[in-house]
């Protein structure tokens, strides 16, 4: 199957500092990419859609200046957390299509203090 | 009209029995249905899906059974082991690129040795 890695697995920072989180598609090119957030014991929510080339679609209620998204590449998406604070912290999951199936990063754990 | 109902939140099952999940879902547009299993501090991974036009699939010891005209799936998963103690989610989606999953819940699935 196809893979998808998602750097860093996780990260402690303290409020007011950014955060970048990275996605990248291994083995296939993904002109879309998403970005999800799971709070714990609960299902994930999709932040933002990513395209390459293009700003990204984020959902309602999904702060675009907070949570910045770049798709440079076919192969590389980034979440940058801007000025943290601890109510940002969560775990954060990137996926990518690839012939019509949907693979996951292994997700980012994002602790702010 | 989005949204994906999952049930039930929990479940307990022995070793070597059947564990059973259930999902309904309101817009006969979705065209594609998969199962993803998760393990504590990983990402989502797809476990089996189906496509509407089909009303089982089974693959190993996992089957999905479709009911088209009720927009309920299900998920069965036979003989049931510790190893699959884990949250399920099941989704659905238009199949095009560049759509993301709706979630369910998720079910979280204790195994009992």
């Known amino acids: 199957g196809a893979v998808v890695s998602q750097h860093p697995s996780r990260v402690i920072c303290k409020s007011g500092t950014s955060v970048k989180i990275e996605c990248r598609s291994l083995?296939?090119?993904?002109?879309?990419m998403f970005w999800y957030r799971q709070f714990p014991k609960q299902s994930l929510m999709l932040m933002a859609t990513s395209n390459e080339g293009s700003k990204a679609t984020y959902e309602q209620g999904v702060e675009k200046d907070k949570f910045l998204i770049n798709h440079a590449s076919l192969t590389l998406s980034t979440l940058t957390v801007t000025s943290a604070h601890p109510e940002d912290s969560s775990f954060y999951i990137c996926?990518?299509?690839?012939?019509?199936?949907?693979?996951f990063g292994a997700g980012t754990r994002l602790s702010v203090l | 009209q989005q949204q994906v109902k999952q049930s039930p939140q929990s479940l307990i099952v022995q070793k070597g029995g059947i564990s059973i999940i259930n999902c309904a879902y309101e817009n006969t547009a979705f065209d594609y249905f998969p199962w993803y299993q998760q393990f504590p501090g990983k990402g989502p991974a797809l476990l089996i899906a189906i496509r509407p036009d089909v009303s089982e699939k089974k693959e190993g010891r996992f089957t999905i059974s479709f009911n088209k005209s009720a927009k309920q799936f299900s998920l069965h998963i036979m003989d049931s082991q510790p190893g699959d103690s884990a949250t399920y989610f099941c989704a659905a989606t238009f199949n095009q690129a560049g759509t993301a999953l709706i979630f369910g819940k998720g079910t979280t699935l204790s195994v009992s040795s």
């Open positions: 083995d296939f090119q993904a002109t879309t």
């Open positions: 996926s990518a299509s690839f012939l019509g199936v949907q693979y």
